[in-house]
Structures are given as C-alpha cells and as structure tokens.
C-alpha cells in the first residue's frame, strides 16, 4: 500500500510516500511559509532536493503541490494520484479521547478541536492539514496517529498532579507526555532484540531540541517525563524542563512578565539557550566545551545529570531494569551526553563501551553501546515514526476494507 504521512504545522507541511510492502520511502520534502509566500523542498528519487518558491495560500493549495510533484514525470514515483491508498496524520495530542490511531471521521475531528487548548500551536494545523489533504484528494482514507496515545497506559499515580482533584477533571489537568509515537517504535526494537515484550524492563530516551524519557514495562509506558505539556521533564534546547512553580510566580513578580510572555521565556530562552548563553544547539555547546567554556560544561554537565537521574527513578518504579535506549538527534548523534548519562551506573548494573559509544553517530543502524559483560544492555536505536504512522494508517485501512 502506498501511504502519504503527513505532518502539518501552523505554516508547514512535512511529507512521506511510503510503500508499506517494501518499506521503502518513495518520496519526501517539506512545503513552508503556507499562507505567506510559499516555499517547497522536495527530495527527488535521484536523491537531489529541489527547492522552488511557489504561492501557497493554504495547506489544501499545498497539499495539490505536493501530489503535483509526486506526479510529476521529471521529479515523482508515482504515476496518478489514485495510487494513494491512505493518508496518515502526526498529532501531537489527542487529550483523553484517544488511546490508539483512528480513522478520520468528522466525530474524530470534533474531539480534535476539543484538544487545542492543550496543543494550541499544533492542533489547528493538523485538523487544516486533514482539511486539506480531504480536499485535494476527497474519498482517499486518513489515519491520525497520535504522540500521546502510547502514554494513555500510565497508571493514575503517575499521571495525577496533587491539585484539586474536581480541578484536575474539569480541565484536563494531567501529565499527558510527548514523543510517543518514537518512544513505542525504539521500545518495540529493543524488545524484539531481548526477543521478548512481557516482562521486560526498558527506559527509552528521546533526546533532542525537545526532550522526554519513558519507562516501558512490558512494552507499555507506565511512566514519562513531559508532563501536561512538552515544558516538562529534562532540560531542553530553549525549554527549561522541570523547575521549582514558584519560580514562576518569582519571576513574574521581578520582571512584570504577563502569563504568556512568561510562557514564551520558559518555551522560548531557557534550556541550552538560556544556561549556557551560547545556542540551543548540542553542537555549539559541545564545541565550547572543547574551548574550555564552563558554562557550557555546567549546561552539557546539567542534562546528562537528569538523564541520569530519570533513568534511576524509572529503574525503581519498573523494579529492575533490562535496557536504556538513546534515539533523536542528541541521543543518536552526541556520544558526550550518552557516555556522561552513563558513567558511574555501575551499581545498576550499566556499563558503556567507550570506545564503541564514540564512533557511534550519524548512522541509520541499531549499535548496542555497552560492554558484553553489562547486566543492562545500552543501545542506540534510530527513531523512525513516520514508517510507525505508515503502518498504523495501512492497518486501520486494511481493516476497513474487510
């Protein structure tokens, strides 16, 4: 089945074809500036990436430019648009409605909507990326796989904030996570390498720009760091991740932010950004550390710490551990942070091959970072969610048909 993923933002459209058969993408690029000007950059199956500026008033226009260049007989693989048998849709957060993908019904989208006070900067876009992808190609089936589905197995211990518990229902008010949709792909890898799901034991770490870990139990989360939204949890790249709430109210005070300017600082200036005063890029940071920059170590010292310590606290909520994966950009590609999150876990039962976690970056394949002798196996797994919307979306529609 050739699948479309999509992932719309407010003013972008990021897109997938995938052949579920072979496991192939056939095609990928990004359309940006919808509603401004326009831009797409698309990857051609030569491998060269085509850039044009092209007017894109809204995502139903740029989804017609997307299928137009997957037509096309100089830059497509595809012959005719009805070669696309399904559309899968990255949501970030589906609230309390949706523990699992779903077929987009217009009850689907009404339940969506109600979702935008907890998302209000990507649900608007993903409900205008199903609205335009329905009018571009009506009749054609659209999945929405959602980034907090795989998080609705938390218990209630681990999801309840102590506030007022008529509050808490009333608004919604709860730890909901992120990154879900990678957090069950790598996790589902790792079990298939200790060739078992029930009873395993496994921390999951997605560390990027944007940060969460997972403890998966039985190939379940029962437990992630971002919490009601993506601000919680490690520190990110401009998110300061968990702090003191009164800080907070601290801040406002001494500084006369309004609620959303403070919003905007915690989302927008802290984390790398704002600690080490250079970028809220690992790579900068890491090349500072290399200058001798001590803030920079204090910001690089800072998360490894945390990392540390979620994947101490998620070994004794799951009482024991079998493995810690590292997956995304930082914890694919920053062997620093993965050897200082691990060093001094011997007690748990983790050791790391230093040696090989150094060479290990910039590569698509599965590479186990600790020693032979580890009792808590450490690998890298690269993070591939769009072949996990592929799949989802060829499921549900399969089942459709029957």
């Known amino acids: 089945m050739k699948v479309l993923v999509v992932n719309a933002g407010s003013s972008s459209l990021k897109y997938q074809l995938f052949d579920t058969v072979s496991g192939s993408v056939l095609a990928k690029g990004i359309c940006e500036r919808i509603g401004i000007d326009g831009r797409i950059e698309h990857k051609l199956p030569s491998g060269e990436k085509l850039k044009k500026d092209i007017p894109m008033p809204d995502h139903a226009v740029a ?61 608007p876009a993903h409900i ?144 790398f950004l704002g600690l080490s005063g250079i970028s809220s890029d690992s790579r900068d940071i890491e090349a500072a550390i290399l200058k001798g920059d001590e803030r920079a170590y204090l910001t690089a010292s800072t998360l490894a710490y945390q990392v540390k310590k979620y994947i101490g606290s998620y070994a004794a909520a799951m009482n024991g551990l079998d493995a810690v994966v590292f997956t995304a950009g930082m914890g694919e590609n920053n062997p620093e942070l993965r050897e200082r999150a691990c060093t001094d876990m011997e007690y748990l039962g983790i050791k790391i091959d230093r040696e090989v976690n150094a060479k290990a970056h910039h590569q698509s394949n599965t590479v186990e970072l600790s020693t032979p002798d580890s009792k808590v196996k450490v690998y890298l797994i690269p993070t591939n969610e769009e072949l996990v919307i592929a799949s989802d979306t060829e499921r549900i529609v399969s089942e459709m048909k029957k």
């Open 128 to 271: 205008m990326g199903i609205e335009g992808c329905t009018a571009a190609m009506p009749g054609v089936p659209q999945v929405i796989v959602i980034d907090t589905a795989f998080h609705q197995t938390m218990p209630p211990q681990a999801y309840t904030y102590a506030l007022p518990y008529e509050m808490c229902q009333k608004y919604s008010i709860r730890r909901f996570g992120a990154h879900g949709t990678s957090h069950r792909y790598v996790s589902a890898e790792m079990c298939k390498i200790l060739g078992r799901v029930e009873g395993t034991k496994i921390v999951t770490c997605h560390i990027g720009n944007g940060s969460s870990i997972s403890a998966v139990k039985d190939g379940k989360c029962i437990d992630t760091s971002m919490g009601m939204t993506p601000l919680a949890g490690v520190m990110m790249g401009t998110r300061c991740g968990d702090i003191d709430p009164a800080v907070v109210t601290y801040v406002m005070k001494k500084t006369g932010k309004t609620p959303d300017e403070m919003s905007d600082f915690m989302n927008k200036e802290c984390g």
């Open 63 to 123: 989804t017609e430019i997307v299928l137009s260049y997957l037509t096309d007989p100089e830059t497509g693989c595809i012959k005719d648009v009805s070669e696309i048998e399904a559309i899968g849709h990255r949501i970030v957060h589906g609230g309390t409605y949706f523990t699992e993908s779903a077929l987009v019904t217009p009850e689907v989208i009404e339940k969506l909507r109600l979702c935008v006070d907890l998302a209000p900067l990507h649900t």
